[in-house]
């Protein structure tokens, strides 16, 4: 058999026709070649990352359950947080109405401005660069340098990012009245490591609190309750256990009896004013 051959003319001048390009995604019968295509990219991701990061990010967007869309009102929101931040009109009948009253009073009486008692100046004592250099040091290492922004739209890297000498003129020398702001929980770190070398100090922390103290964890309590539990079915011994469930413990601490409570223990200076 013999080859053919013709000369036929070139379209446009072009030496060669240009194949267009296959889309990623290629469409077939019933969308299957495309449903194929998406296997193989997933497929790629989990036997080929990029790196270990890269490799979690995609189990975790296969297994973890997908957002919802939140079915709370800002509305009701408000309401529920009104509620919750401010003394109750009409007080629980567990409340000592008179009690009530008194330390309201007192805490009126209590100065603007009241003198640091500690030797140490725990409550006075101006922040260094060494304790922001700890503070930046403490959320690298439990905080995602992705996590969520402040009302400020300021992240926890922005923060860190600020030399250590002008965050500390910063807190220092300003009074930050803002909500929900990184540079607000920087200082509420800070200042909760006050209270707490504090604490520990003058032995005003108990021993069986384990949540928000340096070497303690919360799961130090049930370790406990199990050890108890056991030796008491070792000794053929019977223990009886309560657990105790405050609702909304911290919004409703009523904050004058909490003052009065916090002089008494020891407690004065700027950072308590």
Request: hydrophobic share 35%; charged share 25%; with cysteine.
């Amino acid at each position: 058999m013999e080859k053919v051959t013709a000369n036929l003319p070139k379209i446009g001048g072009a030496e060669e026709t240009l194949r267009p390009k296959r889309e990623e995604y290629p469409r077939a019968h019933r969308g299957r070649a495309r449903f194929a295509a998406i296997r193989a990219k997933n497929r790629k991701k989990v036997l080929d990352p990029p790196s270990l990061a890269a490799f979690w990010n995609t189990i975790r967007s296969f297994a973890d359950p997908k957002p919802e869309a939140s079915t709370v009102t800002a509305g009701g929101l408000k309401r529920v947080f009104q509620q919750r931040v401010n003394p109750p009109e009409i007080l629980p009948p567990q409340f000592d109405e008179w009690q009530h009253r008194i330390n309201e009073a007192i805490a009126k009486l209590l100065p603007p401005h009241t003198t640091d008692p500690t030797a140490e100046g725990f409550f006075s004592r101006k922040w260094s660069e060494k304790d922001i250099e700890e503070l930046n040091d403490y959320l690298r290492k439990s905080h995602s340098r992705n996590s969520a922004e402040g009302e400020d739209a300021t992240s926890y890297q922005e923060l860190m990012e600020v030399p250590p000498d002008e965050m500390a003129h910063l807190y220092n020398d300003f009074r930050l009245v803002v909500m929900e702001s990184q540079f607000l929980k920087g200082l509420t770190i800070l200042s909760h490591w006050r209270f707490r070398d504090w604490g520990n100090k003058y032995l005003k922390i108990p021993p069986w609190q384990n949540g928000f103290r340096q070497g303690y964890r919360t799961n130090n309590n049930p370790f406990i309750l199990r050890c108890l539990k056991e030796w008491a079915r070792a000794h053929g011994k019977t223990i009886y256990i309560s657990f105790v469930d405050f609702s909304n413990a911290f919004p409703s601490t009523d904050q004058p009896t909490l003052w009065l409570k916090l002089t008494r223990m020891g407690v004065g200076g700027p950072l308590f004013d």
